[in-house]
């Protein structure tokens, strides 16, 4: 059996549906499955509960993402294929010949997983408790010194190895949360880090550690997506957020940063560094604004505002 899992809570319902109908376009898989928060059992929201809500970064740290494969995989047979797709990616039926090249890769590869790179050196994005945790160290270059594997697309069959790595994950939430968060690091993170990427961070350290297959990242982004048009997944990172949220976002930040005689709150303009990236954190979280949908969005209030220098030109560097 041929399964397709995604998850987005309920602001990315329309996202979810898209991709739903995209995955059923395809004409491959036997069941489609799209989980919301209400899916989440009762024995994960007891351990993540508090977590789980639109101001903490990805509505959990992403913890939802393991939950969901693991528990799909639970429902399973041995040898049965899962493709995982964020909901904000698309799915391009032109690239059926490559998705099926694919699918004989997966059938062929000896640890029964496909995953994809994300451009990005892991010891960039990788903290040092991570890396500590699962005994890697900076002398491990093939793991540290390689591009980091993207969370977004996991392709898998049930066996052994997957069913074990995904369980793992998972586990990684529930018994060492601060792995997964943006807490400082206890031990040192390697030169030239920048910021811990939470569940893809542990992901790609365990998919590393386990020798799995990972293909070249340019297969699923581009600046231009018409060079993707012979590629099935093309991570957009389309989260369907309607026009009027968007524009509800727009106006609190106006509402914020303009000055207090022009009808805002006035914050200072030359406010520190942490101040400025806890703003945008925020604000990025709560309508699930990516960095490049951000850095227009902030380009449009600079603009509008026609504050020169101001800090919100720092809104895209989350």
Same mark, same amino acid.
């Given at each position: 059996m041929n399964r397709f899992l995604s998850f987005a809570d309920s602001r990315m319902a329309a996202a979810l549906e898209r991709l739903?109908?995209? =995955? !059923?376009a395809l004409k491959f898989f036997d069941e489609i499955t799209l989980f919301?928060?209400?899916?989440?059992? +009762?024995?994960?929201?007891?351990?993540?509960g508090k977590y789980l809500t639109p101001s903490c970064r990805g509505f959990g740290y992403w913890s939802w993402k393991p939950w969901s494969i693991h528990h799909v995989l639970q429902d399973?047979?041995?040898?049965?294929?899962?493709?995982?797709?964020? +909901?904000g990616c698309h799915i391009n039926i032109?690239? =059926?010949?490559?998705? %099926? !090249?694919?699918?004989?890769?997966l059938d062929r590869d000896s640890r029964g997983m496909l995953v994809f790179t994300n451009g990005q050196p892991e010891y960039k994005w990788t903290k040092g408790d991570i890396l500590r945790h699962f005994g890697v160290s900076g002398e491990d270059v093939h793991v540290t010194h390689t591009q980091q594997i993207a969370g977004g697309h996991v392709f898998l069959k049930k066996n052994p190895v997957t069913e074990n790595l995904?369980?793992?994950w998972l586990h990684v939430f529930y018994d060492h949360l601060h792995l997964a968060d943006n807490s400082p690091s206890a031990s040192p993170n390697l030169p030239g880090f920048v910021e811990n990427r939470y569940d893809q961070s542990i992901f790609s350290i365990l998919c590393k550690l386990q020798g799995i297959t990972a293909l070249d990242g340019t297969e699923t982004y581009a600046e231009d997506w018409e060079q993707l048009s012979s590629f099935p997944f093309q991570d957009r990172r389309d989260m369907g957020i309607p026009r009027t949220a968007k524009k509800g976002w727009l106006q609190k930040c106006r509402q914020l940063l303009l000055?207090?005689?022009?009808?805002?709150?006035?914050?200072? %303009?030359?406010?520190?560094?942490? !101040?400025?990236?806890?703003?945008? !954190?925020?604000?990025a979280c709560r309508y699930s604004v990516n960095r490049q949908t951000l850095a227009l969005m902030s380009g449009r209030l600079l603009l509008s505002t026609r504050s020169r220098g101001s800090w919100l030109t720092e809104g895209p560097r989350l």
């Open positions: 739903g109908r995209q =995955a !059923e919301t928060e209400h899916d989440l059992s +009762a024995e994960f929201t007891g351990r993540m399973m047979q041995e040898g049965d294929r899962l493709l995982y797709l964020d +909901a032109n690239g =059926a010949k490559r998705f %099926r !090249e694919y699918v004989d890769m995904i369980r793992d000055p207090a005689k022009k009808g805002g709150l006035g914050i200072r %303009r030359q406010a520190c560094k942490s !101040e400025r990236k806890t703003f945008w !954190e925020d604000f």
